[in-house]
């Protein structure tokens, strides 16, 4: 999969790390943590897009399967796809469902957990392979999942943003006022602000207008 979304497509997007220019070892692994709606899978997209990586996404939900061995194959057969495919981003979402405590007492869950860290373990650095998830802080250890990203509620900047990101291919009238949209908004993460700019949208459509 090659996706194709840019960072301009994210806003509030004003502070990336520069690791090469400054001689940081890159982390093998990234924990992109915060509330549902914030970005996380967008960012994830824009980063393999915007390095021109291959993109292989997976699920916890997917790993646990009910077949003993079956996750862990899945989780084998994706590394070895990535390595094959470098540069690669490997996207794993919801990994609670294998990671959590709460299921650490059920067999099938911890060999696909063991599995996962022995893949993680099995790479270095330096190799073009990086993996990212979404998951409650578990599994983390200097040397697997070496960099922990925050994604929180947008700043009222951010809003604006990302306000004009969601309506740039719209007919906006003149009098609209995103400042005052971003104050309105206060609390509402990215899914929630393009949904705004959607409704308007439909709003303008029912009303036979052309512009919204």
């Known amino acids: ?30 924990l992109l943590y915060g509330p549902p709606g914030m970005g996380k899978t967008l960012m994830a997209h824009a980063c393999a897009a915007q390095t021109d ?14 077949y003993f061995g079956k996750g862990a194959q899945l989780l084998r057969d994706a590394f070895l796809l990535a ?30 957990s063991f599995e ?8 270095g650095s330096d190799d073009r392979i990086k993996v990212t998830d979404i998951l409650d802080p578990a599994l983390l ?15 009222e900047k951010a809003r604006i943003q990302i306000l004009h990101i969601h309506s740039r291919t719209m007919n906006v009238h003149p009098d609209v006022n995103f400042e005052e949209m971003a104050c309105l908004t206060n609390g509402c993460n990215g899914a929630q602000l393009k949904a705004v700019c959607v409704e308007a949208g439909m709003l303008a459509l029912h009303r036979d207008a052309t512009e919204v």
Do not use: W
């Not at 990336?16 to 890159?26: H, P, S, T, Y």
């Not at 996962?116 to 790479?123: C, R």
């Open 53 to 66: 990586a291959n993109f292989l996404q997976l699920t916890g939900p997917q790993l646990n399967q009910t």
């Open 141 to 155: 250890r200097s040397g697997r999942l070496d960099r922990k990203i925050e994604f929180p509620h947008p700043s």
């Open 83 to 112: 390595k094959e495919k470098a540069p690669c981003i490997i996207f794993i979402d919801e990994l609670d469902a294998i990671a959590s405590t709460e299921k650490g007492g059920e067999r099938q869950v911890q060999h696909t």
């Open 1 to 30: 999969m090659k996706p194709t979304e840019e960072y301009n497509d994210i806003g509030g997007l004003d502070q990336q790390d520069r690791f090469q220019k400054l001689g940081i070892r890159l982390p093998k692994g990234v």
């Open 116 to 123: 996962l860290l022995k893949q993680l373990d099995g790479f």
